[in-house]
């Protein structure tokens, strides 16, 4: 598996790992991450504006994506019920983890690549996201607290240094 950075061709390909990945939420009972159209592919267009849009590929197909964006976040500026390991240094953010049921060890590659570029990452979950809680928590992040989107929806934080 080999990570790249996404290009304008391949939104596409992303909206249908992006489909995916809703449909693994859907079947584990988690019905309200990824609602209303979100993220569109607007979103994946900005992410690749700002060169913090990647893709996984296996075998020369996009079998993953995912954002990986520097610090600051403007939702993690308040942390509620918690704290952040480390609120001083820089950090960086990985959102918008999808990949294809079939296509195994994503997330270990995502962890490998955003550690190889930064030793402080954050990253946040829907409370109902029980796939991604598991692999947070696997790959050693440590629960923080409650952050809140900048519509209003809460979200599980957590941070490994």
Known sequence: MTIRRAIAPDI??????????????RADGN????????????????????????????DSRVVGYFTFMPSP???????????????RQPYHVIHRIASFPEVHGVFAAIMDFAFAHDR??????????????????????????IIYLASGDPRLAYQKI
């Open 12 to 25: 596409q390909a992303i909206m249908t790992v992006l489909e995916a990945a809703k449909g693994i939420m």
């Open 120 to 145: 402080n990452i954050r990253i946040d979950t829907h409370e109902d996201n029980h796939i991604m809680q598991h692999n947070i928590l696997k790959h050693g992040f440590s629960y923080c607290g």
């Open 31 to 58: 019905m309200h991450q990824w609602a209303d159209g979100y993220p569109s592919e607007q979103v994946i267009q900005d992410d690749i504006d700002k060169q913090q849009g990647y893709v996984l590929e296996e």
């Open 73 to 87: 976040e403007p939702t993690y500026s308040t942390i509620y019920g918690g704290a952040w390991l480390d609120d």
